[in-house]
């Protein structure tokens, strides 16, 4: 009887534990299998307004570097603003989207600044949109100064100061050449500046403009030009001056000798300036004009000299 009970104790016991087991293994199961953990939250997906607005950056990335796109950078700049004031994105997305469309822009614009610059022909109209608009972008909020999109800019800048340094050297000296009185010092000094531009290059990209070579190469000439007329005019002012002034003398000889001490003289001295300095002009027909120019005043001494006889 006694063991009978003790048996059946065991059994109880052990009928417990396989219980207990069984209802740990149950509740993880119950846990992990028979209940999943929840789904990740689905990735968040930008509105149909803020996606036009990307769309459209990402268009004017695609944008030909060889023409200028202002107008559609405005046009999306616009519509920020606009879609917020309309509720469609919020404050934080609209300044995320004018960030990204001012730096997609930086890098438009400066592409298209520098296919002008590797060009031969800088247009006008093209060199000033540059330089306002590399000014204006400059200002924008989100450029960070010390950026690599800011060094492009300032070297924009820098470029163009070259290019307007060398236009306003050239037009210096065609006003010179056109209204200005001649002054043998200053043809000098501006033949000497032609030289440094020619022989120390004009930068890497102002190197590339065919029109301002083409202006420095005119220049000495236009120069000669005008020592040249300065020359003539001497010469002329000067004609038939043995027939319109009294020079002093008994005789020929001596009103000769008055008139080459106050007409013929200095002119000569003129001719002979020119051709002492024909050098700096490097201009082919220069000893053929002074040949003429000695040749005329020549025969107007010649032409004195007998109407002094007479």
Request: glycine residues 2%.
């Amino acid at each position: 009887m006694m063991i009978t009970i003790i048996n059946y104790m065991k059994t109880l016991k052990i009928s417990l534990v396989i219980i207990a087991i069984a209802a740990v293994a149950g509740y993880f199961l119950w846990k992990w299998v028979v209940i999943p953990p929840p789904p990740p939250p689905p990735p968040s997906v930008a509105n149909e307004w803020e996606k036009k607005i990307r769309d459209k950056i990402d268009s004017l990335n695609q944008h030909s570097a060889a023409k200028f796109c202002p107008a559609f950078y405005t046009e999306i700049k616009n519509n920020i603003p606009e879609f917020e004031e309309a509720g469609k994105i919020d404050n934080k997305t609209a300044t995320d989207l004018a960030k990204n469309l001012d730096y997609a822009y930086f890098d438009k614009f400066i592409a298209q600044a520098f296919h002008v610059f590797r060009g031969s022909e800088w247009q006008p109209s093209d060199r000033s949109f540059i330089d306002t608009e590399t000014e204006k972008l400059q200002k924008s909020k989100f450029l960070d100064p010390v950026s690599n999109v800011n060094k492009k800019l300032i070297e924009i800048l820098d470029i163009l100061q070259t290019y307007n340094k060398v236009d306003s050297f050239i037009q210096s000296v065609d006003s010179y050449v056109k209204r200005g009185a001649f002054s043998l010092e200053k043809s000098k000094a501006y033949l000497f500046s032609i030289q440094q531009y020619k022989s120390d290059g004009l930068g890497q990209y102002v190197n590339n403009c065919t029109s301002l070579h083409d202006a420095l190469k005119d220049l000495p000439e236009k120069l000669y030009t005008k020592h040249l007329n300065y020359v003539k005019q001497s010469i002329n002012a000067n004609r038939n001056a043995y027939r319109n002034t009294s020079f002093s003398g008994v005789n020929w000889a001596q009103k000769t000798n008055d008139y080459k001490n106050k007409i013929y003289f200095p002119v000569i001295a003129i001719i002979n300036e020119l051709e002492t300095e024909k050098n700096i002009y490097n201009v082919s027909t220069i000893n053929s004009d002074l040949s003429a120019l000695k040749d005329i005043w020549e025969k107007e001494l010649a032409d004195a000299t007998e109407y002094f006889k007479n």
